[in-house]
């Protein structure tokens, strides 16, 4: 029997990440909420990927690949040094690059952005969602349209009820079903709704 000195204790898993950058000016937006997200996680295994078309110039890309990480992981990392990071650059398509290297990686999670009006752009994020092995958190603009504009006598009553209503007399009318429901927390610790 070996000494209680000499065992090893066991190690955590770590959380293995895909962060799909697209050289954009949004990368750092993607990167921001996949280091978020990292941070979360005890030693998180993450793995910055950047798809390219061919094999031009990967001397530059792999540079601005490093810059834009490292200054990122200075941010969010802080004092823990037990992050481990890895840097690719991949020939070929995005909607096949990405999934592959999850799939190769056996990651927890897929971050990639969705930007732009352009379709190719969200036929790409949409193929990636489709085709990865694991969860994926797909990072967006939030200038996003709302179908509806907010009623203003409606933020009055929720503001005023402080949640408890939502709906102003009109948008609460019978006919019209939008249900809100504010969980107490007390109802929670105790194992149910109802």
Do not use: N
Not at 3 to 13: A, C, G
Not at 39 to 46: K, N
Not at 80 to 98: C, Q
Request: proline content about 6%; some cysteine.
């Amino acid at each position: 029997m070996q000494p209680h000195s000499l065992m090893e204790t066991p190690t955590l898993p770590r959380f293995r990440m895909v962060v799909a950058l697209d050289g954009s000016e949004y990368s750092e937006i993607v990167l921001e909420h996949a280091l978020d997200q990292a941070s979360r996680h005890d030693r998180p295994d993450l793995h910055i990927l950047r798809v390219v078309a061919s094999r031009d110039d990967i001397t530059a890309i792999k540079q601005w690949l490093a810059g834009i990480v490292l200054e990122g992981l200075e941010t969010f990392r802080g004092g823990h040094s037990d992050w481990r990071t890895r840097l690719h650059v991949r020939a070929g398509k995005p909607e096949h690059e990405i999934p592959d290297l999850a799939a190769e990686v056996a990651a927890d999670l897929v971050v990639i952005g969705r930007y732009g009006m352009h379709r190719l752009w969200r036929s790409v994020a949409d193929k990636v969602v489709a085709a990865a092995p694991c969860p994926t958190l797909v990072v967006g603009l939030t200038q996003h349209g709302i179908t509806e504009p907010q009623c203003p006598a409606c933020a009055v009553v929720r503001e005023a009820s402080d949640g408890e209503r939502w709906f102003c007399a009109d948008h609460a009318a019978p006919d019209r079903l939008r249900l809100s429901t504010l969980v107490p927390s007390t109802t929670m610790a105790h194992g149910g709704l109802w």
